[in-house]
């Protein structure tokens, strides 16, 4: 399928392949994300962030699986905006890609806030907003230039976000050999001292936020040289690869920590370095450290902001965002306007939250209840779509994987924190006032192209 079928018109430029795809899924996640938030993981998990990771993990997986058959039947831009849009009905599509929007537009905020708090810690001359604005201008210009520079670049820094984690395991899993740490134990995996479902889903409403970024690949459909096939598979290897580092490094790390029963109390934010200074001394601390700033701020926001710029795109083309957003640079073919948006909000954001001493904590909160939230809508839109109306034989993938994948969500929701879940129900509650006023202004959504009758033709005739 091809999105002329959608009423469309081809735009961006397809070059993006499947490594591509893995690569930039794997550099949105951060192969190194637990470094800045493993005290906060350990701590909410009650010294089991292993289990909390590889449960996170699981879970992402269905969700993996349902954004592989919503990107197969509607191969567009905009990510669950599209798919609960045109598998359930418009305004569930607005109020979706309101809520992933959470995510989208403040995850950058939060990646340049933590690494230009790094950055300022290893160099304090210079200031956290100096360190901000660099971060904000470099990845700007990047973005601007197309989306291959954006791949090919992507590329270079995941390969030395390898390089720093091969060896920080190299050096810590020597360390324990060598008798230091607390030596190999299953005690980060499952504690029965600790261990409770609740306490588990807690930390894993904390630890998603490493995941975060797999969903961005579906982002890049129309831009994919294979498709909707390749993006689904892209989406799950990511996953897999990004959930295998994850669960390695916390393991070895929890193993590491000095001082295991203050961090359950904690929940310290340099827990990682501190393990990683026991392992090799204050030199791998600060490599830890550095690698974590550098990976956030110009990495991991490099991609966030391709993938924030495409929804915006997408919702602006449908009319559900001003127009100036859906406008796409005729010599780069990138989505210019949105990109500079994003860089304003990024920097405007940031800025005010640098000043805030809670600001992490209440960036993290906003983003992680947002994905969450669309995640479990996208598992609805399977079941609506293929189900319902595709009279699906496959109950499996169309019906019971959904159902697992949104029953796991719902539970990580009830036992987040409740300022997470009061802000995304404000943040929602903005989202539906928006709507009113957009069927008020004559503007409400609606799915161009396919209109119902064809569309469930087309999904029988695809299944």
């Not at 190999?184 to 630890?207: E, K, Q, Y």
């Not at 598979?233 to 990511?238: D, E, G, S, T, V």
Request: proline share 4%; aromatic share 10%; no cysteine.
């Amino acid at each position: 399928m091809n999105i002329e079928q959608f009423g469309y018109r081809q735009e961006l430029k397809r070059g993006v392949g499947l490594a591509d795809l893995v690569f930039y899924g794997l550099i949105f996640m951060v192969p190194i994300a637990p470094f800045a938030i493993f005290g906060q993981v350990y701590k909410h998990s009650g010294g089991m962030p292993v289990l909390a990771y590889l449960v996170g993990m699981i879970a992402l997986l269905f969700t993996a699986v349902s954004y592989a058959q919503m990107v197969k039947a509607f191969p567009l831009s905009g990510s669950v905006y599209n798919y609960a849009g045109r598998g359930i009905a418009a305004p569930v599509g607005f109020m979706t890609g309101w809520a992933i929007l959470l995510d989208y537009l403040l995850v950058p905020s939060l990646l340049y806030l933590i690494a230009s708090i790094a950055m300022n810690s290893a160099v304090p001359d210079v200031p956290v907003w100096a360190w901000l604005i660099l971060f904000v201008v470099v990845n700007t210009v990047i973005n601007l230039r197309g989306i291959r520079m954006t791949v090919r670049l992507t590329k270079v820094l995941i390969t030395a976000e390898l390089v720093v984690l091969g060896l920080f395991l190299l050096v810590g899993v020597t360390a324990l050999l060598q008798g230091r740490g607390h030596g190999f134990s299953l005690s980060p995996l499952f504690n029965a001292d600790t261990f409770s479902w609740p306490v588990i889903f807690g930390a894993v409403s904390v630890a998603v936020l490493s995941f975060l970024g797999f969903d961005g690949i579906s982002m890049l459909v129309e831009e994919s040289t294979g498709g909707s096939a390749q993006v689904g598979k892209a989406m799950r290897l990511a996953l897999l690869l990004a959930g295998a580092l994850f669960i390695v490094q916390v393991w070895v790390a929890a193993l590491l920590v000095p001082d295991s029963q203050g961090l359950l109390e904690t929940g310290s934010s340099t827990a990682f370095y501190d393990a990683a200074a026991v392992a090799g001394g204050d030199w791998l601390s600060h490599t830890t450290s550095v690698a974590t700033a550098i990976s956030w701020g110009l990495a991991d926001t490099l991609v966030a902001q391709v993938a924030v710029s495409r929804l915006l795109y997408a919702m602006a083309r449908d009319r559900q965002l001003p127009s100036f957003l859906a406008r796409i640079s005729v010599r780069r073919a990138v989505p210019a306007n949105a990109t500079l948006l994003v860089a304003a909000l990024s920097l405007g954001l940031g800025l005010w939250m640098s000043t805030r001493a809670d600001g992490p904590d209440l960036l993290s909160s906003l983003i992680n209840m947002g994905a969450l939230v669309a995640f479990i809508v996208l598992h609805v839109s399977v079941i609506v779509h293929y189900v319902a109306r595709g009279k699906s034989r496959d109950l499996w993938t169309h019906l019971f994987v959904p159902l697992i994948g949104m029953a796991i969500l719902i539970f990580v929701v009830v036992n987040a924190n409740i300022l997470a879940q009061t802000l995304g129900l404000v943040w929602l509650g903005v989202g539906a006032l928006v709507l009113g006023g957009l069927y008020v202004a004559g503007r409400g959504p609606s799915v161009q192209g396919l209109g119902p009758a064809a569309d469930q033709g087309a999904v029988k005739e695809r299944l």
